[in-house]
């Protein structure tokens, strides 16, 4: 498998989108989901806005400020679980694991890489949000504006897990993140004749620029 060549502007809109948990993680307990994002995307804002010059001299902060972000938003495990699909239950201890660890790094190599590229215009989280069926489940919609009017349609997924929300997956322009890094896998095990090691360590998920920008059904 090939290393990920996301377009700038679409690699920047991930980073984006998986840097907005910057708040308290104390702060889940007390909000809702959707002001959560919002007072995190603002917070954000603040701290990479005009010092793109910076993190590009500096890309070790930057992947620093990626690292620390995820770890109180995303439910890594639980979406490690999810990537490996049918596969994870014959998958070691170690193994699992060991994914998680590798599909954390190639996110925030990606996230970082892209932060420093994407020109946008305004990012924000709408107004009118869809009530959720389940009290432990919560979608958030978002919209990323480029400085080119481009919009792009953004849908966070959240469980609540320990009375904290958690991303568990994304959807950025009709196309289910989650659902293509399965893919991604599934498929890596079939020409990998379902060498576990052998697929964790050559790991570089693919997203195809045409398809976001094109985006999909979801």
Same mark, same amino acid.
């Given at each position: 498998m090939r290393a990920t060549r996301l377009f700038p502007r679409l690699a920047g809109i991930l980073t984006i989108l998986a840097l907005w948990a910057t708040t308290l993680p104390a702060l889940a307990q007390a909000q809702s989901p959707e002001q959560m994002i919002r007072d995190s995307v603002n917070e954000l804002m603040g701290r990479i806005e005009g010092r793109d010059t910076y993190f590009r001299e500096h890309p070790d902060e930057l992947e620093a400020i990626v690292d620390d972000s995820l770890e109180d938003v995303a439910d890594f495990r639980y979406i490690?679980?999810?990537?490996? /699909?049918?596969? %994870? *239950? #014959?998958?070691?201890?170690?193994?699992?694991?060991?994914?998680?660890?590798?599909?954390?790094?190639?996110?925030?190599d990606?996230?970082?890489?892209g932060l420093v590229?994407?020109?946008?215009?305004?990012?924000?989280?709408?107004?009118?949000?869809?009530?959720?069926r389940y009290e432990d489940q919560a979608s958030v919609a978002?919209?990323?504006?480029?400085?080119d009017g481009t919009v792009y349609p953004v849908s966070y997924t959240?469980?609540?897990?320990?009375?904290?929300w958690r991303v568990?997956?994304?959807?950025?322009?009709?196309?289910?993140? /989650?659902?293509? %890094? *399965? #893919?991604?896998?599934?498929?890596?095990?079939?020409?990998q004749n379902r060498d576990y090691d052998a697929?964790?360590?050559?790991?570089?998920?693919?997203?195809?620029v045409e398809e976001l920008e094109q985006g999909g059904d979801g």
């Open positions: 490690g679980a999810s990537v490996m /699909g049918r596969y %994870f *239950r #014959n998958a070691s201890p170690a193994q699992r694991s060991r994914f998680v660890d590798t599909f954390r790094q190639t996110l925030i990606t996230y970082a890489k590229t994407f020109d946008y215009r305004e990012v924000r989280v709408l107004d009118n949000q869809e009530a959720s978002m919209e990323v504006v480029a400085n959240l469980r609540l897990d320990d009375g904290q568990v997956n994304v959807i950025v322009n009709g196309i289910n993140l /989650g659902l293509t %890094f *399965r #893919n991604q896998f599934d498929q890596a095990m079939r020409d697929v964790i360590d050559g790991w570089a998920p693919e997203l195809a």
